[in-house]
T-cell receptor, first 115, second 114 residues
Framework: AQSVAQPEDQVNVAEGNPLTVKCTYSVSGNPYLFWYVQYPNRGLQFLLKYITGDNLVKGSYGFEAEFNKSQTSFHLKKPSALVSDSALYFCAVRDELDSNYQLIWGAGTKLIIKP | NAGVTQTPKFQVLKTGQSMTLQCAQDMNHEYMSWYRQDPGMGLRLIHYSVGAGITDQGEVPNGYNVSRSTTEDFPLRLLSAAPSQTSVYFC?????????????FGPGTRLLVL
């Protein structure tokens, strides 16, 4: 069965420091992996995705994520956090073999960037 | 493009009432879906559609119906509202698979069932 885990409910980082939001997954076939961000009272916005190719994926707002097949992880990173990065972050996965495009979502990680 | 639009933004219902949440997209996306978001549970898929005339159940379909008569519209119907359906509902659409696969979300409908 497909699953996604975001092991941290909340991550606190000081402004200017690097940040990491963790995500691990389990699928039968090859994974399609996604990160989305949700600001308060807003819908989700796409940040980045890994489909195939380079393991390091660069996305919007200076975020990047590294696909690690051996550790089944897709952690979200940013070299220098901004207060405006404070939001709820969701990791999602789809099995390449799933023809119905169903994404499995993590529970979300609240990122708090302190000035 | 307006992207994905949802109406209403907020709704209060009494137990047993029915209503329809509207969703429309103007990007000619084949795939559309409805999610509910509850605290600490992430997004859960209610129903989805891979094209006009085709719908299927997701993880939590009970109490909800959908139809897809056009590519643009994908309404979600609550048949007889229950307090357990109090949630925030998001509609999403996407085009293609693989490299083109990205879901675009509407702003959400906040539903309170008393």
């Amino acid at each position: 069965a497909q699953s996604v885990a975001q092991p941290e409910d909340q991550v606190n980082v000081a402004e200017g420091n690097p940040l990491t939001v963790k995500c691990t997954y389990s699928v039968s076939g090859n994974p399609y992996l996604f990160w989305y961000v949700q600001y308060p009272n807003r819908g989700l916005q796409f940040l980045l995705k890994y489909i195939t190719g380079d393991n390091l994926v660069k996305g919007s707002y200076g975020f990047e994520a590294e696909f690690n097949k051996s550790q089944t992880s897709f952690h979200l990173k940013k070299p220098s956090a901004l207060v405006s990065d404070s939001a709820l972050y969701f990791c999602a996965v789809r099995d390449e073999l799933d023809s119905n495009y169903q994404l499995i979502w993590g529970a979300g990680t609240k990122l708090i960037i302190k000035p | 493009n307006a992207g994905v639009t949802q109406t209403p933004k907020f709704q209060v219902l009494k137990t047993g009432q029915s209503m329809t949440l509207q969703c429309a997209q103007d990007m000619n996306h084949e795939y559309m879906s409805w999610y509910r978001q509850d605290p600490g549970m992430g997004l859960r898929l209610i129903h989805y559609s891979v094209g006009a005339g085709i719908t299927d159940q997701g993880e939590v379909p009970n109490g909800y119906n959908v139809s897809r008569s056009t590519t643009e519209d994908f309404p979600l119907r609550l048949l007889s509202a229950a307090p357990s359906q109090t949630s925030v509902y998001f509609c999403a659409s996407s085009h293609g698979t693989g490299q083109q696969e990205t879901q675009y979300f509407g702003p959400g409908t906040r539903l309170l069932v008393l």
